[in-house]
Structures are given as C-alpha cells and as structure tokens.
C-alpha cells in the first residue's frame, strides 16, 4: 500500500459523486485508513453565491478545488475527491462554447490542470443520474445536464489517462473492489 493516495470522482451534477465519495471515505476510516473528502469547490465560491456562472467563478473554483487538496494532503494518507480537475476543464470549455472567454490563455491553464491530474492515482467517472433531492445550486446552473456529462467524457478520454466509469449497480463495492484489486487498499476494508 501506498503512503498517500488521490482518488477522483468526475461527473455530472447528480450521478452520485458527493455520495460515493462520502461512502468510499466512511467505509475507509471504519477501516483504520485516514481519509478525507475534497467537497465539491464551487460551493465556496462568491461567485456562486451571488448567481453569477461564469468563466470567473471556474477560475476561482479551480483555485478553490487545488489549495483544498493541498490543505488535506498534509492531515490524510487518503484524499477522495467530489469533483476534480476535469470537470472544471469542461465547464471552462462549455462556457467558452457560449461566448465567456476564459480569463487567462485557455491552453496554459489546460496544461496545468493535466498535469496537476497526474497527482491522482485513480479515476472514477460517475454517469448514472440519481433521483436526489432538489439542489439550490443546480437551479442557477445553465448548462444542461447531459452537455455537461459529454464534455466530460470527451475531456477524459482527451487526457489519454485510464478512468473507470462506476456500475449503476452497487457503485461502492465497485470502487472498494478497483482500490483491493490494485493493492491501493488492504484487503480488509471489503
């Protein structure tokens, strides 16, 4: 087993992520690993408070999502993260699709993002829409769902890394089974 290990959850609005990675991270610390969650970053965010989907509020989220992560790695020896970079690489490009143009040049920030990724030992792509409660957030949301999903999809399979996407069927035995079988996790945490 590895000393610190990053796992991603990437996504959609409401395919499960802040529930599996709530999940994965409990079934973990009954298990003696220290763990912690990176929520999603955007909630944090002035931007979002104030209404205003934007370019902007994707730069002050990624600020938000890379010193969370950072401040988390010093207390955990396991992160899993509700949202990662690659979401925030498509939002950026959906926004710039509809005439907001990204704040800094589009492919410098690109690159740091793929490679700020490569700090993430495994990715899980969540795909399956839950029947979850209304959130606030998602109602201040202009793009659509689906768009959403695709681009980020397209994102991951841009960034030439492996990514598994997570059954609509037992979604968190999948995920303890992947972190045993690759010897991330012991055994015991089954």
């Not at 002050?60 to 925030?88: G, T």
Request: net charge neutral.
């Amino acid at each position: 087993m590895k000393n610190f290990t990053t796992i991603a959850f990437s996504g959609a609005p409401l395919t499960g992520k802040t529930t599996l990675s709530l999940s994965v991270a409990g079934r973990l610390r009954q298990n003696g690993i220290e763990a912690a969650v990176v929520p999603e970053a955007v909630r944090g965010s002035h931007y979002f408070a104030s209404g205003k989907m934007c370019n902007a509020l994707n730069m002050e989220v990624l600020s938000l999502q890379i010193l969370a992560e950072a401040r988390e790695r010093n207390h955990n020896q396991f992160l899993v993260l509700d949202r990662c970079v690659y979401d925030l690489i498509a939002y950026f490009r959906l926004r710039e699709a509809r005439n907001d143009p990204w704040p800094i040049d589009r492919s410098s920030i690109e690159q740091f993002l793929y490679a700020h990724s490569k700090s993430y030992d495994l990715v899980f792509l969540c795909t399956h829409p839950q029947q979850l409660e209304k959130d606030p957030f998602r109602e201040k949301e202009t793009l659509g769902e689906q768009e959403i999903a695709n681009e980020i999809e397209a994102v991951l399979k841009g960034s030439r890394r492996e990514y598994l996407t997570v059954p609509d069927q037992k979604p968190l035995e999948f995920v303890i089974r992947t972190l045993i079988d690759r010897d991330i996790i012991p055994v015991r945490c089954q």
